[in-house]
Each structure stands twice: as structure tokens, then as C-alpha cells.
């Protein structure tokens, strides 16, 4: 079965009509690309599905269950993980500090936002874990605010294993980043799906796209144009006028 379904799902914001029946389903270890123009919905539909929109009309699952009205957090509890923005990170503690944090917040401990010296314990194991996943064990004790911007990227990953997701959603994750880091990036990204957990992904960069997904669903003007193998939408006529005159 799926691991996620969107049934028909639409947004409309005061008159105007952001999404409109939207129905896909995402299997479990699938890796989906989500591209499109501008403006096309994308980042609304990782909302509808994280849970920080509600969709005006049909029905959003995880793991077969109706989440359509289920808080964000109570969603992110069940499996459902997005990337940290930059912004969320705590630039005074150290890298492994900050996924400690994650680690514990998913945990439901409390947490301690000061610094502390590194301690043997279960989150701090869990935390380190997770930076050797993403390549990132040896800087765990620099400040985070001192990381390069790839390396601030890799570390968004990081605590965003520390959640142990099951569905993971990725809004752009190379933007910002340089030529020189795309290729780690796509690396880690690669991993994130060989850990068997299902990955959605919004991304611009058109060969990080076709070097990883399994599928692409393919966005326009609030609808779901195609979803499809990257070989198939590359070839779909109405892909192709779709992009007519546009920057992907
Ligand atoms: P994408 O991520 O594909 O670039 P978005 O999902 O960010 O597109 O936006 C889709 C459309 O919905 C855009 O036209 C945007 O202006 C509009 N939109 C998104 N959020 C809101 C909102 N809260 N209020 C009004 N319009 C919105
Ligand atoms: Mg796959
Ligand atoms: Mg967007």
C-alpha cells in the first residue's frame, strides 16, 4: 500500500485557487521529484502534507490513516519529516549539540539549550549516528554558526534523521548551495533514501532531479500535470508546452 495519498486534494486562499485535485500516491522507499515553475504550488502542497495548510477540500494519508486534520506536530510524531530551515538552527551550540536537541525533542525529553560538555548518553550516541550519516562526525564539535553553507545543509539532514522519519519532504535542498557542494548534497540525499525511508523532493536542479528519483510528478498552476518516470515526463508533450517559455 502507500505510504502517502493525496485524494483530490484542492487549496483555494480568498478567491484564489492554489491547488486543485491533486491525487497521488507514494509508495513506501519511493524517491518522488516534484518540479514545476514558479508559482505552481509545490511548497503549498509539502504544507497540505506536513500539515502547516488545510486543504479545502479532500483528504491527505499516512501510512493509510486520514491525517487531513492532524497538527503538525502529532504528523511529525507519526513519520512525517521536513528539513530545519537554516534559521532554525542554534548557531551558539555545537553540531552535535544541535542534533542532540533533535534527538531529544523527538525522544519528548527535555532539552537543554545551553551548552554542556559531550556526554556518553543515549541522544548524544543517537546524534552522532546521525552525523556520520550525513558525513559530518568530524566537525561534530564546531560551533554550528561556524559551518560552511553545505555543511549547514548536511547538518538540516542530520537532525532531521534525529526524528527518525519514515516520509521525509525536501523543499529545494540545494538552493544556496554552490556547484562545488552539489554533488556531497546529492550523496547525502541518496543515503536518506537507502535507509528505506520515503523521499519527496522539490528541486530545480533538473540532473539532481533525473540522477535520483525514482519518479516525477510534474506541477503547473496549482495541478498535477504528470507523475511519471523522469524518462516519460521529459517526453510528455504537455510537460514539455507547460515549460514553454518558462525557467523550471
Ligand atoms: P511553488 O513552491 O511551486 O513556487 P507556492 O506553493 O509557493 O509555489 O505558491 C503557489 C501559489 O500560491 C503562488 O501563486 C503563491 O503566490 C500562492 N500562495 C501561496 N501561499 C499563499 C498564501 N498564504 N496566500 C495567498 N497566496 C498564496
Ligand atoms: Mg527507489
Ligand atoms: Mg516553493
Redesign the pocket.
Known amino acids: 500500500h502507500a505510504v502517502l495519498s493525496l485524494e483530490h486534494i484542492g487549496l483555494r486562499i480568498g478567491g484564489a485557487r492554489i491547488l486543485h485535485d491533486v491525487s497521488l500516491e507514494v509508495a513506501p522507499g519511493e524517491m518522488l521529484g516534484v518540479i514545476g515553475p514558479?508559482g505552481a504550488g509545490?511548497?503549498?502542497l509539502?504544507n497540505v502534507i506536513s500539515g502547516v495548510a488545510r486543504p479545502t477540500e479532500g483528504r491527505v494519508r499516512l501510512d493509510g490513516a486520514d491525517v487531513t486534520n492532524t497538527p503538525i506536530h502529532r504528523r511529525a510524531a507519526a513519520g512525517l519529516g521536513r528539513t530545519f530551515q537554516t534559521s532554525s538552527l542554534f548557531p551558539a551550540l555545537s553540531v552535535l549539540e544541535n542534533v542532540r536537541l533533535a534527538a531529544q525533542a523527538h525522544a519528548g525529553g527535555a532539552a537543554s539549550v545551553f551548552r554542556i560538555p559531550r556526554r556518553s548518553d543515549a541522544a548524544t550516541g543517537r546524534a552522532l549516528e546521525c552525523l556520520a550519516e550525513v558525513g559530518l562526525a568530524e566537525r561534530a564539535d564546531a560551533d554550528a554558526s561556524g559551518l560552511a553553507h553545505g555543511e549547514k545543509r548536511k547538518l538540516e539532514i542530520a537532525m532531521l534523521i534525529a526524528m527518525d522519519p519514515k516520509v521525509i519532504l525536501l523543499?529545494?535542498p540545494m538552493a544556496g548551495v554552490s556547484s562545488g557542494d552539489v554533488p556531497a548534497i546529492t550523496d547525502v540525499i541518496r543515503g536518506l533514501h537507502r535507509g528505506g525511508r520515503t523521499v519527496l523532493m522539490?528541486e530545480h536542479h533538473m540532473e539532481v532531479v533525473l540522477g535520483l528519483v525514482d519518479r516525477v510528478a510534474v506541477m503547473h498552476h496549482g495541478e498535477l500535470l504528470a507523475v511519471d518516470t523522469p524518462e516519460a515526463v521529459m517526453a510528455n508533450p504537455t510537460v514539455q508546452s507547460a515549460y514553454l517559455g518558462e525557467a523550471v
Do not use: I, L, R
Request: proline residues 0%; hydrophobic residues 25%; without cysteine.
Open positions: 514558479n509545490k511548497t503549498t509539502f523543499d529545494e522539490v
